[in-house]
Nanobody
């Protein structure tokens, strides 16, 4: 059974930083894309950033220049460094992993990020 465990969320003042981590465990091999999504109250879940196994990244325009996604393939772990946080970044952040050709698709349970003004 595959588990994704997120950590690093919390409460921070505007302008502050947080680093999220998500570790995948269980029978999982050759993770293709690892990503972070977020869902604010009353809104749909949205893409924040993704990274391929080869290191190519993609960011939502709202976080470009402030957030950095990275991964450790040996440890099946993905990170999200969030700087210059804004109140509108407040949401539950979820990690997601997919296999090549969408052979599998797993989500974490989420971690709360709250940015106070």
């Amino acid at each position: 059974q595959v588990q994704l465990v997120e950590s690093g969320g919390g409460l921070v003042q505007a302008g502050g930083s947080l680093r999220l981590s998500c570790a995948a465990s269980g029978s999982i091999f050759n993770i293709n894309i690892m990503g972070w999504y977020r869902q604010a109250p009353g809104k749909q879940r949205e893409l924040v950033a993704t990274i391929t196994r080869g290191g190519s990244t993609n960011y939502d325009d709202s976080v470009k220049g402030r957030f950095t996604i990275s991964r450790d393939n040996a440890k099946n772990t993905v990170f999200l460094q969030m700087n210059s946080l804004k109140p509108e970044d407040t949401a539950v952040y979820y990690c997601r992993i997919t296999g090549r050709g969408m052979a599998y698709d797993y989500w974490g349970r989420g971690t709360q990020v709250t940015v106070s003004s």
